[in-house]
Structures are given as structure tokens and as C-alpha cells.
């Protein structure tokens, strides 16, 4: 049974750091590309970081978090990782992780092919 558990979430102040992991199971991770997605309160699903399968996977952000957030994955974990850097109160939002083809479009990560996702880890920027 494919399964993605994220953690690592909670509240933060502006400018300060997060790190979410993505823990999965039933398949073999290093098979697949993982994305990172997020949805705010009252507004639609974002594509947020991709990494491509793989060993040394190639990364994608959205034109939104590039520069500031890092992710990563390894595959002898099973775990992919989110690393938030200089939160803004616009990443507020629940974080999903899902297997999905990498690609950005119009400078942002595409959910299109977006297959198998976990509950999401909330995320809150305030001060």
C-alpha cells in the first residue's frame, strides 16, 4: 500500500526555518519523482519543489520559494525533505508531498500526473 506521511510542521516567525520530511512506504522510493505541494486556507493547491527519481534526483521550485527552501530526498530513508528558509506569511499553508512528474510551468511546479499524496503537515508563519 503506497503511503506519504509528512511531518515537521507547526508555527514559526517570519525569516526563520522549518524543515518537513515526507516518510514513504509500499514502493520503492528512489523509483519515483517526488513533489512538494501546499494550499492555503481559501485558495488553491500550489506546486511548491519537485526532485526527480534517482539517486542524485534534480531539484525544481516555483518561482515563489526559489532561493529560500532546499529539498532533498534519501532514498535509503525512504524520506524526502523540505528545508524552509526566510518564511514568509505567505508559506502558510498545509504542505502535501506526492509522486508526481517533475515540470514548472509558467514558474511554478506543476501537480499534473500528481498521484498518491499523505494528509499534509500544517505550516503557520507569524509573528
Known amino acids: 500500500q503506497v503511503q506519504f506521511v509528512e511531518s515537521g510542521g507547526g508555527a514559526v516567525q517570519p525569516g526563520g526555518s522549518l524543515r518537513l520530511s515526507c516518510a514513504a512506504s509500499?514502493?520503492?522510493?528512489?523509483?519515483?519523482?517526488i513533489g512538494w505541494f501546499r494550499q492555503a486556507p481559501g485558495k488553491e493547491r500550489e506546486g511548491v519543489s519537485c526532485i526527480s527519481s534517482g539517486d542524485n534526483g534534480r531539484s525544481y521550485y516555483s518561482d515563489s520559494v526559489k532561493g529560500r527552501f532546499t529539498i532533498s530526498r534519501d532514498n535509503a530513508l525512504n524520506t524526502v525533505y523540505l528545508q524552509m528558509n526566510i518564511v514568509k506569511p505567505e508559506d502558510t499553508a498545509v504542505y502535501y508531498c506526492?509522486?508526481?512528474?517533475?515540470?514548472?510551468?509558467?514558474?511554478?511546479?506543476?501537480?499534473?500526473?500528481?498521484?498518491?499524496w499523505g494528509k499534509g503537515t500544517p505550516v503557520t508563519v507569524s509573528s
Open positions: 506526492a509522486a508526481v512528474p517533475c515540470a514548472v510551468i509558467n514558474g511554478r511546479v506543476s501537480d499534473y500526473g500528481m498521484d498518491y
Open positions: 509500499g514502493f520503492t522510493l528512489r523509483l519515483y519523482a
